[in-house]
């Protein structure tokens, strides 16, 4: 009889060895044996005694499983947290901005609010465009009076500046998932904004 254990890395849920790994055994190793996992490790019994080759070919199977199964919690993983920076950012456009600055005015950034300034301040210098214009902020407890086209351009540009700049802070938490090697590297990226 022959008995190879095979200690689970960090995270146990990274791989299956109850499962998919007994095929790649099975098709590296014809004949009989036995899977048996704890949460710490994972036996594989043989009813005869491997050679050194064939226990070479078993750990070189049993660590190909592992890092492909590790490999796909990682891929999961990562395409979990790219969606939460998504809702993160979502919220935090949704949220709005202050206009002006320090004034405590909240003005919207729903996609509605987005298309209706970008028309605006396109057409800010059209004679047709009568001022002041009014815009009510986000929960209509106050408004504010954007007095010339200079005033909507202002407007514009702190809108679209407060969407890009919250975009760009997914991204940058993006660009480490992307850059991430490791289940705890994945793990270590906080989204403290």
Same mark, same amino acid.
């Given at each position: 009889?022959?008995?190879?254990?095979?200690?689970r =890395? /960090?995270? @146990?849920c990274?791989?299956?060895l109850? %499962?998919?790994?007994?095929t790649d055994?099975?098709?590296?190793?014809?004949g009989?044996?036995?899977v048996?996992? %704890?949460?710490?490790?994972?036996s594989? =019994?043989?009813?005869? /005694?491997?050679?050194? /080759?064939?226990?070479?070919?078993l $750990?070189?199977?049993? /660590? !190909?499983?592992?890092? !492909?199964?590790?490999?796909r919690?990682?891929? +999961?993983?990562?395409? +979990?947290?790219?969606?939460?920076i998504?809702?993160?950012t979502?919220?935090?456009?949704?949220?709005? &901005?202050?206009f002006?600055?320090?004034?405590?005015?909240?003005?919207?950034? *729903?996609?509605? &609010?987005?298309?209706?300034?970008?028309g605006?301040?396109?057409?800010?210098e059209?004679?047709e465009?009568?001022?002041?214009?009014?815009?009510?902020?986000?929960? $209509? =407890? @106050?408004?504010? %009076?954007?007095?010339?086209?200079?005033m909507v351009? %202002?407007?514009y540009?702190?809108a679209?500046?407060?969407?890009?700049a +919250?975009?760009? *802070?997914?991204?940058?938490?993006?660009?480490?998932v992307?850059?991430?090697?490791?289940v705890a590297?994945?793990?270590?990226?906080?989204?403290?904004?």
């Open positions: 009889m022959s008995e190879h254990t095979y200690q =890395s /960090e995270v @146990a990274g791989w299956d109850d %499962s998919g790994v007994a055994i099975q098709a590296a190793l014809p009989a044996f036995g048996a996992c %704890s949460a710490e490790s994972v594989v =019994s043989f009813a005869d /005694e491997l050679t050194p /080759e064939q226990v070479a070919t $750990d070189a199977t049993v /660590e !190909a499983y592992r890092l !492909a199964a590790e490999s919690l990682l891929a +999961r993983l990562k395409g +979990r947290r790219m969606v939460e998504d809702e993160r979502r919220e935090l456009i949704e949220n709005g &901005f202050e002006p600055p320090a004034s405590g005015n909240i003005f919207s950034l *729903s996609r509605e &609010f987005q298309l209706m300034l970008a605006l301040n396109q057409e800010r059209a004679p465009v009568v001022y002041p214009i009014d815009w009510n902020t986000a929960d $209509d =407890s @106050a408004k504010i %009076s954007l007095a010339n086209a200079d351009r %202002s407007f540009l702190l679209v500046g407060t969407v890009r +919250r975009r760009d *802070s997914g991204t940058t938490l993006k660009d480490q992307r850059a991430a090697t490791t590297e994945v793990q270590a990226i906080i989204d403290n904004r």
